[in-house]
């Protein structure tokens, strides 16, 4: 089951990640907060957080953008070799 999430979110972030500029979706995934402060304590894991976490367990690097990836046909070995 944590396959099957961990290969939707990466799907979403490329769909995410080709679309148009000025896309609501878009700007909230590469905006930040202007103002405003977090609780004390251990501050809870955000999606960025968990997309390099899912990076990780692919071993893909996360310094490179999605689509360059799926060019070089890393992320589709992924989907053929995983079972979900």
Known sequence: M??????????WLGHVHR???GRISKDLLHGALATGARRRG???????DVLKCDFKAY??????????????G???????????
């Open 19 to 21: 679309m148009e500029d």
């Open 59 to 72: 071993n893909m690097d996360t310094k490179r953008s999605p689509c360059r990836q799926q060019k070089s």
């Open 2 to 11: 944590s396959t099957f999430l961990r290969h939707r979110r990466l799907c």
């Open 42 to 48: 251990r501050s809870q894991l955000g999606f960025k």
């Open 74 to 84: 890393e992320a589709a070995s992924i989907t053929k070799t995983e079972k979900w």
